[in-house]
């Protein structure tokens, strides 16, 4: 059972076009990340949210935590074919370690 | 500075056979992740390990999987025997944890190995 849920689970638009990913638990985060990954790849750190409300710009992705730190939203504004690939949050659970649970993924393909 | 190290990149292997994965982590990273990720989904991890002790294995199928990092460094991923379902990308990561702050260290990922069983 994932404890992060992420939808959409597809997103395929035009070069141009704004999108919002989310990211969505019942559980409550300490912190959580953004990770982009593309074909043949492991994941890549993108941000780390920390505090409940908490707004992270990136360039043209800005990047949300909400206030009861249970989710998250990452918007890409004008988007292009180089932010084509699979994006993951990963919520940092509080406990005896930092216990990091990934989301099921959302696979974006921006279209020239 | 290298990055994280897998091999292999790919493995093809018939239903009911061993096999193994290897990782070599950033130098000087403590802690070191394997994961196991089927297509356009999250990774799930299947053990974590602090220097050489395995901290978290409880998603580890250990009637058929088992890891090592005897020396805290390198660390090597086995499954016996495989299983059709095991075909998947097995991911290594590796961080330098820091202690217990509320942003959590970040992870840096190796390439993968892509098991295919037939």
């Known amino acids: 059972t994932q404890l992060l849920e992420q939808s959409p689970q597809f997103l395929s638009i035009q070069e141009g076009e704004n999108l919002t990913v989310y990211c969505n638990s019942s559980?409550?985060?300490?912190?959580l990340q953004w990770y982009r990954q593309e074909p043949g790849e492991g994941p890549v750190l993108l941000v780390t949210?920390?505090?409940?409300?908490e707004v992270k710009k990136l360039k043209r992705l800005t990047f949300q935590f909400g206030d009861a730190r249970k989710d998250s939203s990452l918007h890409i504004t004008a988007a292009q074919p180089g932010d084509t690939g699979l994006y993951l949050c990963?919520?940092?659970?509080?406990?005896?370690?930092?216990?990091?649970?990934f989301g099921t993924g959302t696979k974006l393909q921006v279209i020239p | 500075e290298a990055g994280v190290v897998q091999s292999p990149r790919y493995k093809i292997i018939e239903k009911k056979q061993p096999v193994a994965f290897w990782c070599n982590p950033i130098?000087?990273?403590?802690?070191l992740y394997w994961y196991l990720q089927n297509l356009g989904q999250g990774p799930e991890l299947l053990i974590r390990?602090?220097?050489?002790?395995?901290?978290?294995d409880s998603q580890l199928p250990k009637d058929r999987f088992s890891a090592e990092r005897l020396k805290g460094v390198d660390s090597t991923l086995k499954i016996q025997p495989a299983e059709l379902g095991d075909s998947a990308v097995y991911l290594c990561?590796?961080?330098?944890?820091?202690?217990?702050?509320?942003?959590?260290?970040?992870?840096?990922f190796g390439p993968g190995t892509r098991l295919t069983v037939l």
């Open positions: 990561a590796s961080s330098l944890d820091q202690g217990g702050t509320g942003a959590s260290n970040e992870q840096f």
């Open positions: 559980s409550v985060f300490s912190s």
């Open positions: 949210v920390v505090t409940g409300g």
């Open positions: 990963a919520g940092v659970l509080k406990g005896g370690y930092q216990k990091v649970t």
């Open positions: 130098s000087g990273h403590n802690t």
């Open positions: 390990y602090e220097n050489e002790e395995a901290v978290d």
